[in-house]
């Protein structure tokens, strides 16, 4: 089982930045991915960035050239970095990590989600 704990949401003006962080805990023997989304008020939940184990990212079109997303799995967290911030980036943003679970020679990539934190920007 995995833990996973997102923070570093809150109300911030147009173009300002806000970093957050995806800290997780629990038993497994590495990382496949962490990925953050996010969910608008009556939209969809859509990927905001992916880094894999072996540090591949995406982003989303919105994403490009204002975040960048990072992770230190000696601390085990991941981070969000978001700079030039719009009243389209509201929402609540969650983690999802994939986690590489090796039991009696068998390997499994469970996932697991945290419970969001929520970023609001004011125009």
């Known amino acids: 089982q995995v833990h996973v704990v997102e923070s570093g949401g809150g109300l911030v003006q147009t173009g300002g930045s806000l970093r957050l962080s995806c800290a997780y805990s629990?038993?497994?023997?590495?990382?496949?991915?962490i990925t953050w989304y996010r969910q608008a008020p009556e939209k969809e939940r859509e990927l905001v960035a992916m880094?894999?184990?072996?540090?591949?990212?995406t982003y989303s079109d919105s994403a490009k050239d204002r975040f960048t997303i990072s992770w230190n799995n000696a601390e085990k967290v991941g981070f969000l970095q978001m700079n030039r911030l719009i009243p389209e980036d509201t929402g609540l943003y969650s983690c999802k990590i994939k986690a590489m679970i090796v039991d009696l020679g068998r390997t499994s990539f469970p996932e697991y989600w945290g419970q969001g934190t929520q970023v609001t920007v004011s125009s």
């Open positions: 880094i894999t184990g072996d540090d591949r990212i």
């Open positions: 629990g038993t497994f023997s590495g990382i496949g991915s």
